[in-house]
């Protein structure tokens, strides 16, 4: 049985029970993988919607709408520019406050404030019956500090946006996090 959170920050457990349009593939698939005995490291995922918040509280709503409208696999050399700015502008972010302080709190609840964890995206679209994106998006391993693991957040959040990212979702007509999965 599915169960929607309105938690930013979901331990494998309850990303096991969440939809993957809330945690994403990777995150759910990994959420399975605990629920089933297997060993896997502690952690946990961000929801689709801390992703939201993140581009509404940096204001980059529009530039995705646009983005979205305007590139597409036949253009999308010549629009790599485009692409570029929104990552560009996507790592200048910052976390909405409510995002950064469950993160916070969560990582400390599991141990996990002052190891290196990985950072890797689990895109609502990746790793799913239809597609795979494995390889496609930034993974950031053995990173430490707050200050790291808000940067390879933000770089993941960045690579969803990436040319070869974006060539793959196309032909797929696969839905992107970037839309509220509600």
Known sequence: MTQTFSKDFLTWDEAYQAETRQVGGKGWNLG???RFGFRIPVGGVLSTDAYLQFMAHNQLEGTVESVSQIVNNENL???EDRLT???EQIQAGSLPPRVEEELKNGLGRLGLSD???AVRSSASAEDSAKASFAGMHESYLNVSGWENIS???KGCFASLWSTGGHRRRRPQ???TTFENPR
Request: contains cysteine; glycine residues 0%.
């Open 32 to 34: 399975r993988l605990a």
């Open 77 to 79: 050399d010549k629009c």
């Open 85 to 87: 700015r929104l990552r």
């Open 115 to 117: 190891k290196p964890i």
């Open 151 to 153: 940067e390879a957040i």
């Open 173 to 175: 007509r696969s839905k």
